[in-house]
DNA sequence: ATGGTGGAAGGTCCA
């Protein structure tokens, strides 16, 4: 069985005793974790295993982006990749347990402005998506797993409001399109709505400007996990762990958990 | 058109 927990940290020094109680409240067995930010050098390695996470497979650079994969199960064949040509630590993966190969992706976020004409940033995104797409195309021998925080909502109800963000980086058609070309392309399915209906309003997401959050509840689902189409009947359950944005100190994104029959 | 907050780095960038 397979307790997979996918979250963006943003930041595991400042994160680790919230890292402490997600591992006491869920139980994962396996967590991949993005936005680190912390060099190899100041990774709390000791502190993890401590936690039972006795295998850590790393990518990342000094302050910025940064992914982790914490296993208590066997990590086999850690490959750190590379897309648009930026050794810039967003994608690792490993084989688990001999079983199934897990991906960790930290897309860019793509800053504020929805133009890759005049914005790099959001250029950057649409390539880095696309170059994805292209590497999860062909045939894999054992079957894929990928999460991470992909930081596009591509449905209607991943975001508070439609109408209000068709024009704000993460949900704008352009970024939409590719994504859902990424995901037709690798044949994936989309382990967290196979559990919750396509009407149901699902969020891992709330911004830190707003105090309001809990109550507004202007979030987007940003956080996903998809499979090989093989492996959506090994889905038990979906999960997003929502309280943890009412943690002290949390990150802006909260844990999203799948548990696999595998 | 702007600001709101948070983290790391280091005298600012990125989300």
Redesign the pocket.
């Known amino acids: 069985m397979i307790r997979l927990a996918t979250w963006n940290v ?6 680790l005793q919230l890292l402490e109680k997600l591992v006491e409240k869920e139980n994962p067995n396996l967590i991949c974790l993005q ?1 680190v ?3 190899e050098a ?1 990774f709390p390695f000791e502190d993890i295993k401590k936690l039972g996470f006795e295998n850590i497979a790393l990518y990342s650079m ?4 940064g992914v982790a994969i914490l296993s208590k199960l066997p990590l086999d064949n850690i490959a750190q990749h590379q897309h648009v040509g930026k050794d810039d630590a967003r994608h690792i993966s490993a084989l688990v347990d001999n079983k199934f190969e897990v991906h960790n992706i930290y897309v ?4 504020d402005v929805p133009d890759a004409k005049i914005n790099p ?1 959001f250029e950057h995104k649409l390539n880095f998506v696309d170059e994805a797409a292209k590497f999860f195309s062909t045939k894999n021998s054992k079957p894929r797993v990928l999460c991470g925080d992909f ?1 596009i909502a591509p449905s209607e109800n991943d975001v508070w409001s439609h109408k209000a963000l068709l024009q704000t980086v993460s949900h704008t058609p352009i970024e939409v399109e590719k994504l859902e070309n990424f995901f037709k392309r690798g044949k994936f399915a989309d382990a967290i709505r196979a559990y919750f209906s396509e009407s149901e309003k699902i969020y891992s997401w709330w ?3 707003n ?1 309001n959050w809990a109550t507004n509840d202007k979030g987007r689902r940003l956080d996903h996990v998809w499979v090989d189409k093989e492996l959506l009947p090994a889905i038990t359950k979906a999960k997003i762990c929502k309280y943890f944005r009412a943690e002290q ?1 949390p990150s ?1 994104h909260v844990p999203v958990i799948v548990e696999l029959k595998i």
């Open positions: 943003n930041s595991i020094r400042i994160r936005e930010k912390a060099k100041d000094p302050g910025y982006n860019p976020a793509g800053g940033s930081n911004s830190y400007r105090h100190r802006d």
